[in-house]
């Protein structure tokens, strides 16, 4: 054997493991993933036979505020069917949120340092349910406030018969938009947090981020100056909370160091 045929055969030696590392990873995130699959198709088989009532439940700040005897109506064919198994789906996905996020968790939690993953779990942890209380906000709060003003300023002749299909695609977008809104917090304190900004940075900011907000939620919601504001008005008190909560990392750390030098 020569010396070229001898090097030749090392490399491919050393490349033998972090080939067999890559195999592996790739099947552990494909086997991350089945799960978070089988997890949501669990969820939706489990919800299926509620379709109906999960689609009465969404649609019933609506159907609240319209007349005695009032109903929604299908223009498409399918759309009796389509629109409710869309909504479970969704649902289940919804419900599904916290396993998805273990299985993810799970997969990249080896990886990280211990001061990592101290860190990871409470911000997994708040992000989902930050998720889930701007999707309730947005039921509880901004909907019957948003379906009054579009339902109360038609003119008097209009009898509103709106189709399952279209509301359903407006409701999903809304829900989105505030859960995605209620994020904020999570995403100013990481900012902080990872040294790209300040919070004296952030704070000289706040026209910027007002004027922002407004424009995210006309974007995001109807053109209307009511779901705008619904939208845009948390959206800067979140920026807010994500500010103090900033500030108290700051401030434990700065504290932390000086104990850290002493005690070097």
């Not at 759309?79 to 949120?97: D, E, G, M, N, R």
Request: proline share 6%; glycine share 6%; aromatic share 12%.
């Amino acid at each position: 054997m020569t010396r070229g045929d001898s090097h030749k055969h090392d490399s491919s030696r050393q490349s033998e493991p972090a080939q067999t590392s890559l195999i592996e990873h790739l099947i552990e995130l494909r086997s991350r993933l089945m799960r978070a699959v089988i997890a949501i198709l669990v969820i939706f088989l489990g919800l299926y036979a509620f379709a109906n009532d999960i689609y009465a439940f969404v649609a019933e700040p609506l159907m609240a505020l319209l007349p005695e005897g009032s109903q929604m109506i299908a223009t498409e064919v399918a759309s009796p069917f389509l629109a409710p198994f869309k909504l479970t789906l969704v649902v289940a996905v919804f419900i599904a949120v916290p396993v998805v996020l273990h299985q993810a968790w799970a997969f990249v939690a080896p990886g990280l340092y211990d001061k990592e993953k101290a860190l990871a779990v409470p911000l997994l942890v708040s992000s989902v349910g930050l998720f889930y209380a701007g999707a309730a906000f947005a039921y509880y709060a901004v909907f019957p406030l948003l379906f009054a003003f579009f339902t109360q300023t038609g003119p008097d002749n209009i009898t509103v018969m709106t189709d399952i299909n279209q509301y359903l695609n407006f409701v999903l977008k809304l829900f989105f938009a505030f859960g995605v809104a209620f994020e904020i917090p999570i995403a100013t304190f990481l900012l902080v947090l990872s040294g790209a900004t300040t919070v004296e940075s952030l704070g000289r900011k706040r026209p910027y981020i007002i004027l922002g907000c407004f424009v995210v939620g006309m974007l995001l919601t109807p053109p209307d100056v009511v779901s705008q504001s619904l939208l845009a008005i948390p959206m800067y008190l979140l920026y807010e909370v994500g500010l103090l909560f900033g500030r108290l990392v700051r401030n434990r750390r700065a504290k932390q160091q000086p104990d850290e030098a002493a005690e070097d």
